[in-house]
């Protein structure tokens, strides 16, 4: 199994961006993750197009877009235009779930859905089998820095059992206080995609952060 760490580019640099985007290309990390938010959906506003399309010029990696906004079908084929290679939208977000999923899988991109920290995992039961990703939240959405939600292994255990016989190929991604300090307990519980963005940017040597993200994971399996 491919185990893959996505820097969130909301924690870069944004004076520096060219800078961080190419840190990230030498980088052993995987994705870019690009959190787009509204300010409805979310207490918060990041950005849109121009940043995506200015990220894809530069990125040699996958765009890992996670759509934070109310009625995201009218923009997903935009943001599949502008570079986005899976987009991930909110199942509290999306009142025909099924047809959003068709849109994007139609504009191109792979699918994803997000689900809340409130939400629990066995409403994907019934679109499971359509979906390439389910993005497990660990903080509420809208703002980095905040503390891991505890409850996040559980979910992660739930979405494992639900997706046997299923859509086993299914990737797990955690988004939310995720560093070195838990990545490996989150490879335990059956994640394999992990969103980090404070702990890479903020440290020292944020290469050098990504490298021993990637090295726990075998430690984790060896356990």
């Not at 986005?84 to 994007?104: F, G, K, M, N, P």
């Not at 995992?121 to 891991?148: K, R, W």
């Amino acid at each position: 199994m491919k185990y893959i760490i996505a820097p969130s580019i909301l924690s870069a640099d944004f004076g520096n961006l060219q800078r961080d985007i190419e840190m990230i290309n030498q980088s052993d990390a995987d994705w870019f993750h690009v959190d787009v938010m509204d300010g409805v959906f979310v207490p918060n506003i990041s950005f849109g197009f121009p940043i995506l399309s200015a990220v894809k010029k530069h990125a040699t990696k996958p765009l890992d877009v996670h759509l934070m906004i109310v009625e995201p079908d009218k923009f997903i084929p935009e943001f599949a235009k502008a570079g986005a290679d899976r987009i991930t939208v909110h199942y509290e977000a999306c009142t025909h779930l099924h047809r959003t999923i068709q849109l994007i899988k139609a504009s191109g991109c792979k699918a994803g859905v997000a689900l809340n920290p409130h939400t629990p995992v066995a409403f994907l039961n019934d679109i499971i089998e359509d979906l390439d990703l389910v993005l497990i939240m660990s903080v509420n959405p809208g703002f980095g820095g905040q503390q891991f939600i505890h409850n996040t292994y559980k979910k992660i255990q739930d979405l494992k059992r639900l997706i046997q016989g299923k859509n086993e190929d299914l990737i797990i991604e955690v988004d939310g206080g995720v560093g070195l300090q838990n990545i490996g307990t989150l490879v335990s519980a059956g994640a394999n995609a992990f969103v980090a963005g404070n702990a890479i940017f903020v440290s020292d040597n944020p290469t050098e952060t990504i490298s021993k993200m990637k090295s726990l994971f075998s430690s984790s399996l060896n356990v």
